[in-house]
């Protein structure tokens, strides 16, 4: 996928405030701290279009981008173990069901972040059993591999892809790896929804 463009249109905290503007959806989803705002950007080619942080929990909206004035990229708010009240953390979980169930017709692909230097979690587990519910079979990007030895991603790769099924491709921001076979699935998830440009 050639990207032409991309920028940050807006932060969401209700659905009435959710753009109108054609075009199919990618959401991301991942534990907080995963690493979702990093790969965006690398994804991207756009080092500071979508914030990071290392605190956990830094992405409480969910956060639009448009890409090639084509199609959206949705960053959704970290799950797990973010240092904020539960009434915060319910807020958010709400916020990510509502989108999956509003914009379900206009979702055609996602994005499942796992740090691959952790196991996977049980609510890792349950993401992907409630992205299935929604008719959705995401990507499954093992983060931070670069931090780990080829062994040791080799045994990332094999506990996620015991715990969570499908074909997980190891991932890292800083360095591109599994960026271009991201973009490929990404890019058949795509294609036929929208116009593509030169791969």
Same mark, same amino acid.
Do not use: C
């Given at each position: 996928?050639?990207? $032409?463009? +991309? ?6 905290? *209700?659905? /009435? ?5 054609? @075009?199919?959806? $990618? ?7 995963? @690493? ?32 090639? /004035? ?13 240092? $904020?009240?539960?009434? $915060?953390?319910?807020?958010? &979980?709400?916020?990510? &069901? ?11 692909? @996602? ?9 996977? !979690? ?8 409630? #992205?299935? /519910?929604? @008719? ?12 780990? !030895? ?6 990332? *790769?094999?506990?996620?892809?015991? +715990? ?19 973009? +490929?699935? #990404? ?10 440009? &030169?791969?």
């Amino acid at each position: 996928m050639k990207i $032409v463009s +991309a920028r940050f249109d807006r932060s969401v905290f *209700r659905a /009435e405030d959710e753009p109108k503007d054609p @075009g199919p959806d $990618v959401v991301f989803l991942g534990r907080s701290n995963v @690493g979702k705002s990093s790969l965006i950007n690398r994804l991207l080619s756009s080092r500071g279009l979508a914030r990071t942080s290392n605190t956990p929990g830094r992405t409480q909206s969910a956060n639009f981008y448009r890409v090639n /004035e084509a199609f959206w990229f949705v960053d959704l708010p970290g799950y797990g173990f973010a240092k $904020v009240p539960v009434t $915060v953390r319910r807020t958010w &979980e709400g916020m990510i &069901e509502g989108i999956l169930q509003r914009r379900r017709e206009r979702i055609v692909g @996602g994005v499942l972040l796992v740090d691959a230097r952790h196991a996977p !979690s049980e609510l890792d587990r349950s993401m992907r059993e409630w #992205l299935r /519910e929604f @008719g959705l079979d995401p990507v499954i990007a093992v983060t931070k591999a670069d931090k780990l !030895s080829g062994n040791g991603r080799a045994e990332a *790769r094999r506990a996620v892809l015991e +715990a969570l099924g499908g074909e997980p491709i190891l991932a890292s921001a800083a360095t591109g790896l599994g960026v271009k076979e991201i973009w +490929a699935r #990404l890019d058949l998830a795509l294609r036929g929804r929208t116009w593509t440009s &030169e791969s």
